[in-house]
């Protein structure tokens, strides 16, 4: 059931998990002077700031006149520009052509493509819920090693229903399929031993317009979850309908990698299973608008997922930013910033991308601009709070105190 592709990725795996080196070892002690810093989604910006960053964290930061600039720091000029905690987007995919053999591969496409995909909209951290292990512990590990400038990057292994392959992903691939709460089970022990960082199921799989969903018995979806949750990794799912959102009621699944397009709003029965559980929400909007649909049928589309968007954050729900990119060559996160803000304020969407991914995911270093935390910052070309639009125009992107981005 777990497939050649798996047991043949043994050795990959232990590589990239003895390889991996914290990208602070690329670290420059960096001053960003004269911007406006909002330390919190919450927090009221502070004009003329000063940022300093040592040794991969956040060393200083307060106004001009109170932060010391080191000597030896490389100093960015800030006039004009907005400070903020570097960016999650909790649903991305490894999936493209040019990530196939990452560990030999050479790195100047694998950095032109990371660019293009992530680095340039401010992505610091993210999930890839869905890729080939090998292929994305190894970038991980060249990444961390410094020879690739991108993101922080954490994967997950998935878990098809039987005769669950989406009508969207070539048929010739195999898939890890479960048919029975044993076999899932034992996909989610193979996926930590090799090194990934929690388990995607679809409790509901698309088989093609007009062809019923086919969905995850909750009582399979709930055995992953219990293996899972005993190594303190998280689980996603992907729902695609309601019956798909039961089960994720159902099995204790953390996170809704999608809305449900094509469906009505959350019932109050399930708002409040997922405040009761702590269930997670991506709201991947663009995704849907984008859809190859009649324009009518889109906006539909669009105006659910939107809703949905509304009720399970106004019922105190966490939602993480996140756009399916990889899957989707939607690379600009503007539309998907323009949708958000339809139903969410722009802190609201500011801490999607911050606050609410590092909390979930207890990153505790990250997803604020604060003395001793990971120097994890995105600058843009405008203040966010005036125009969410400013959230997708970085002038720099910085992991870990590394300049990984720099607009042209
Ligand atoms: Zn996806």
Redesign the pocket.
């Known amino acids: 059931m777990i497939g050649n592709l798996l047991r043949t990725a043994l050795f990959h795996f232990i590589l990239a998990a003895t390889a991996g080196i914290g990208a602070a070892a690329n670290a420059q002690t960096l001053a960003l002077v004269g911007g406006k810093v909002y330390a919190s989604p919450d927090a009221a910006p502070l004009d003329d700031a000063v940022v300093v960053t040592a040794a991969g964290v956040i060393a200083a930061i307060g106004s001009r006149s109170d932060v010391q600039i080191p000597s030896d720091a490389r100093v960015i000029d800030c006039a004009g520009k907005t400070v903020v905690a570097g960016f999650w987007n909790s649903?991305?995919?490894f999936t493209q052509a040019v990530w196939k053999n990452t560990g030999s591969a050479p790195a100047a496409p694998l950095q032109e493509h990371m660019r293009e995909m992530l680095t340039r909209w401010g992505f610091t951290t993210v999930w890839d819920?869905?890729s080939d292990g090998r292929d994305t512990l190894a970038l991980r590990r060249r990444v961390n090693a410094g020879e690739v400038a991108g993101p922080d990057i954490h994967s997950v292994g998935s878990i098809f229903p039987k005769d669950g392959h989406p009508a969207y992903l070539p048929p010739e691939i195999k898939l890890p399929e479960a048919s029975a709460p044993d076999e899932a089970a034992q996909l989610v022990r193979t996926y930590i031993g090799f090194g990934l960082d929690g388990v995607k199921l679809f409790t509901g799989s698309f088989k093609g317009s007009g062809k019923p969903v086919v969905n995850m018995d909750p009582a399979i979806a709930k055995a992953a979850v219990d293996v899972a949750h005993a190594a303190g990794k998280p689980v996603f799912a992907?729902p695609q309908n309601m019956a798909g959102v039961e089960a994720v009621i159902a099995a204790g699944v953390d996170i809704m990698?999608?809305t449900v397009p094509g469906e009505s709003v959350y019932s109050p029965e399930q708002l409040a299973r997922f405040k009761q559980q702590g269930i997670a929400l991506v709201p991947?909007l663009s995704l849907f608008a984008k859809l190859p649909v009649a324009p009518d049928i889109a906006a539909r589309l669009v105006a659910t997922t939107v809703n949905q968007v509304k009720v399970f954050s106004d019922n105190g729900g966490p939602v993480l930013f996140g756009t399916?990119v990889?899957?989707t060559t939607i690379y600009d996160t503007t539309l998907e910033y323009e949708l958000m803000h339809r139903v969410l304020s722009a802190r609201q969407i500011l801490a999607s991308l911050t606050t609410n991914p590092a909390q979930y995911f207890k990153a505790a270093k990250k997803g604020r601009v604060e003395k001793g935390f990971d120097a994890d910052l995105a600058v843009l070309d405008g203040d966010p709070v005036a125009d969410v639009r400013n959230l997708a125009k970085v002038a720099y992107t910085i992991r870990a105190g590394q300049v990984i981005y720099q607009k042209p």
């Open positions: 649903h991305v995919h819920i869905g992907h990698a999608h991947t399916d990889g899957f």
